[in-house]
């Protein structure tokens, strides 16, 4: 592959979109996305996909393609080298919401970035990752996800996922709660230290292990009978998944700053939620497990 093959990377990215898409429309009782497709006025524009199902209450899976004169201050704050550079950015980023209680929130993101400006080389790099919001968890799942985790970061080294695992944690944090968004995963940005092909193999690996990840989850629990409390206490910590994407992602500022479609970047909000005041969980409840054992940083794999 040739270095800084946009397409390549492009066709990855759609194809990607397409295999997500395909498997969680495979758990459902035959729902199916809906797709839009946009242009983007400045440069570039997408496909947004979102489907609404028995399992799936929304789930959105989106391909964007944007590119413009000069990046947005979210990208350029800590980076001031990328000022004034012609950019192309790309990426699929999914956010899930399942109607059962007892099934997680899931979220992932790949993507690619380069900056250029004549005269000077080319600046690029890939990100992404996934991570897991139970409600209810269950410990074997957690296993679960964080052992595809690793399978999918083992070929680049042994330091790769502990690595990008405490990124996760210490990104999907929010500090007024003083609590994990949820148990974590993957997440990486700026990586360019590899070679352009390592580096992309890479982010292709992290692509195509969410899959992996989630459906056994999706299957196991997705059956699971729940009641009002539980639908109850999903929609409160769906409150807190709305608090860290408006407040601290730096996707959702990116896509704003960037002039994208907002319809596709608010699409990771979940259709329903709510905030109580002063709540806190009955000590020794299932709802309290999760705060006592699940939003912590921990070493799910004993590693």
Not at 25 to 54: H, K, P, Q, Y
Not at 90 to 114: C, D, E, Q
Not at 161 to 167: D, H, N, T, V
């Amino acid at each position: 592959m040739n270095s800084y093959d946009i397409n390549q990377v492009k066709d990855y990215l759609l194809n990607l979109q397409d295999k997500i898409c395909a498997a969680l429309e495979g758990e459902e009782n035959g729902a199916l996305f809906v797709e839009d497709i946009w242009d983007r006025a400045e440069g570039g524009g997408g496909r947004s996909r979102v489907l609404t199902g028995d399992v799936f209450e929304q789930g959105g899976v989106n391909f964007s393609y944007v590119s413009g004169i000069s990046l947005p201050p979210s990208a350029t704050a800590k980076r001031p080298e990328l000022a004034n550079r012609q950019f192309h950015a790309m990426g699929v980023s999914l956010v899930i919401h399942p109607k059962n209680p007892y099934v997680p929130t899931s979220h992932a993101n790949v993507r690619f970035l380069i900056a250029e400006k004549p005269g000077s080389p080319a600046i690029w790099w890939f990100g992404g990752g996934f991570d897991l919001t139970p409600f209810y968890p269950f410990q074997e799942d957690v296993l679960h996800w964080h052992r595809v985790a690793r399978a999918a970061c083992q070929p680049f080294g042994n330091d790769v996922y502990p690595m990008y695992k405490q990124w996760c944690d210490e990104y999907f944090h929010l500090p007024h709660r003083e609590e994990t968004r949820g148990v974590g995963g993957l997440f990486f940005d700026d990586l360019n230290e590899w070679s352009f092909e390592q580096c992309f193999a890479f982010m292709q690996s992290v692509g195509d292990h969410y899959v992996e990840a989630y459906l056994p989850i999706v299957q196991k629990r997705k059956h699971t009978p729940y009641g009002e409390r539980e639908r109850e206490f999903q929609l409160y910590r769906r409150g807190r998944y709305v608090e860290f994407n408006l407040v601290y992602d730096r996707g959702t500022l990116f896509g704003l700053q960037s002039g994208g479609r907002t319809e596709s970047i608010l699409m990771s909000m979940p259709p329903y939620a709510k905030w109580q005041y002063n709540w806190s969980p009955e000590a020794g409840s299932p709802e309290a497990a999760l705060y006592e054992r699940y939003l912590k940083p921990q070493n799910w794999l004993n590693l």
